[in-house]
């Protein structure tokens, strides 16, 4: 079977590199991309070369920001006594599409998972409670993930804030909307169970 030529095929094997992205989808980006006008091509090549050099972390959350503060950060109509604790950017991308939190976050950069040799100084669990021992904060929302490592950090973090004269409050977790019982692990039904709320 004939081979692409080298550049194209480099560019296959780096496309097929990312997350959610085939052979067979990457081969089609690819030739999408040589077959589109050179300035197309050439537009989207500088915006993933811009990356590294114009994004960095949030000085005060974490999240990306593009200055020192990110634009959740620095909007006035945030509510600051609200913080909402979550693992990764993308996470805070995911509740802002959902809508209707207007507090502020924090991102730890990673969960607390010793099998993998992360522990608490390994994500930004101290600025945190830096954040919190400066006062202003009224209640933070752990929202790490429902997996052993997003529990440990969170069972951490409480433990770390408890007696800091704020509200600890962890998401919600049980059974999604339209599953059927019979395919839900263990775990989430505990859960679901254990946070059961009372029926008006």
Same mark, same amino acid.
């Given at each position: 079977?004939?081979?692409?030529?080298?550049?194209?095929?480099?560019?296959?094997?780096?496309?097929?590199?990312?997350?959610?992205i085939?052979?067979?989808?990457?081969?089609?980006?690819?030739?999408? !991309? !040589?077959?589109?006008?050179?300035?197309?091509?050439?537009? !989207?090549?500088?915006?993933?070369?811009?990356?590294?050099?114009?994004?960095?972390?949030?000085?005060?959350?974490?999240?990306?920001?593009?200055?020192d503060?990110?634009?959740?950060?620095?909007?006035?109509?945030?509510?600051?006594?609200?913080?909402?604790?979550?693992?990764?950017?993308?996470?805070?991308a995911?509740?802002?599409?959902?809508?209707?939190?207007? =507090?502020?976050?924090?991102?730890? !950069? =990673?969960?607390?998972?010793?099998?993998?040799?992360?522990?608490?100084?390994?994500?930004?669990?101290?600025?945190?409670?830096?954040?919190?021992?400066?006062?202003?904060?009224?209640?933070?929302?752990?929202?790490t993930?429902?997996?052993?490592?997003?529990?440990?950090?969170?069972?951490?973090?409480?433990?770390?804030?408890?007696?800091?004269?704020?509200?600890?409050?962890?998401?919600?977790?049980?059974?999604?909307?339209?599953?059927?019982?019979?395919?839900?692990?263990?775990?989430?039904?505990?859960?679901?169970?254990?946070?059961?709320?009372?029926?008006?």
């Amino acid at each position: 079977m004939p081979r692409n030529p080298e550049a194209l095929q480099s560019l296959i094997d780096a496309l097929s590199s990312l997350p959610g992205i085939g052979a067979k989808t990457a081969e089609r980006l690819a030739y999408h !991309l !040589l077959e589109s006008p050179r300035a197309e091509a050439e537009r !989207l090549a500088g915006s993933v070369a811009a990356l590294h050099n114009s994004i960095h972390h949030c000085v005060r959350c974490h999240n990306y920001a593009q200055g020192d503060l990110c634009e959740i950060c620095k909007d006035p109509r945030r509510d600051g006594s609200l913080v909402c604790v979550v693992e990764r950017p993308q996470d805070v991308a995911s509740f802002e599409r959902a809508s209707g939190y207007a =507090g502020v976050y924090h991102v730890l !950069l =990673g969960a607390i998972s010793p099998i993998d040799g992360i522990n608490p100084d390994d994500i930004e669990v101290g600025s945190l409670i830096g954040r919190v021992e400066q006062g202003g904060v009224a209640e933070v929302i752990l929202a790490t993930d429902a997996d052993s490592a997003g529990e440990t950090t969170a069972l951490y973090i409480a433990d770390q804030l408890k007696g800091a004269g704020v509200r600890l409050s962890r998401l919600a977790c049980g059974v999604p909307m339209g599953s059927s019982l019979e395919y839900v692990d263990e775990a989430t039904l505990s859960r679901a169970l254990s946070g059961r709320t009372e029926v008006a």
